[in-house]
């Protein structure tokens, strides 16, 4: 196959995993019953990981961004809620996928999705401290208090909208949230890349 076209076929599936990305974005799963009704589970991270783990970090880069552009005419929070999810994804995603190009094995998968997994956490943990709660909190309830008496319904353990929510929310939801998608990743990620392989597309 000629280069010109197995660089035709490598931008469409991207462009494909891209879509995917988006549909998946649609689709919410609300979190388990301890958590409050806000934090929902995505799956659109799962494909992001294989088109990054396939064809490189800028290939996840892409697919996330076409996720968020398409988001901006439907946003309900201002952009804030889809400008959030985006660096949580990058910061998810990224440095696993920097790392499996450059140790493409198991070993460095794993390692990847190890540093990646506590990136995701440390970029949620600081966001909402420092900027993502104070908007919610003007948008949405007012006041701290009433934002507190909201999530003490599901967690009593909670007592302000900062580190005590990180630490009693927050946290829990992602370490599950992003165990679910590692998990995901790893059982489907060999069959996807042996389809792309027998498509005959060039990989980094």
Do not use: C
């Amino acid at each position: 196959m000629k280069l010109h076209q197995r660089t035709l076929r490598k931008m469409s599936l991207i462009g494909l995993f891209s879509g995917i990305t988006y549909l998946l974005y649609l689709v919410r799963i609300p979190g388990f019953v301890f958590f409050p009704s806000f934090l929902e589970i995505n799956l659109s991270e799962i494909p992001v990981f294989l088109v990054g783990f396939i064809y490189g970090p800028f290939a996840s880069i892409s697919a996330l961004l076409f996720r968020f552009a398409i988001a901006i005419p439907f946003s309900t929070t201002s952009l804030i809620g889809e400008t959030a999810d985006l660096i949580y994804s990058a910061a998810f995603i990224l440095p696993a996928t920097l790392i499996y190009q450059s140790n493409r094995t198991k070993v460095g998968a794993l390692y990847g999705f190890i540093v990646g997994f506590f990136f995701q956490l440390l970029a949620t943990s600081f966001l909402n401290v420092y900027w993502v709660t104070d908007i919610y909190l003007d948008l949405y309830f007012g006041s701290a208090e009433n934002f507190v008496g909201f999530i003490q319904q599901t967690n009593p353990y909670v007592v302000d909208p900062y580190w005590s929510l990180v630490w009693f929310v927050y946290l829990p939801f992602n370490m599950l949230k992003n165990t679910l998608i590692i998990a995901t990743t790893l059982i489907i990620y060999k069959r996807v890349h042996l389809f792309i392989k027998k498509l005959n597309v060039s990989q980094p």
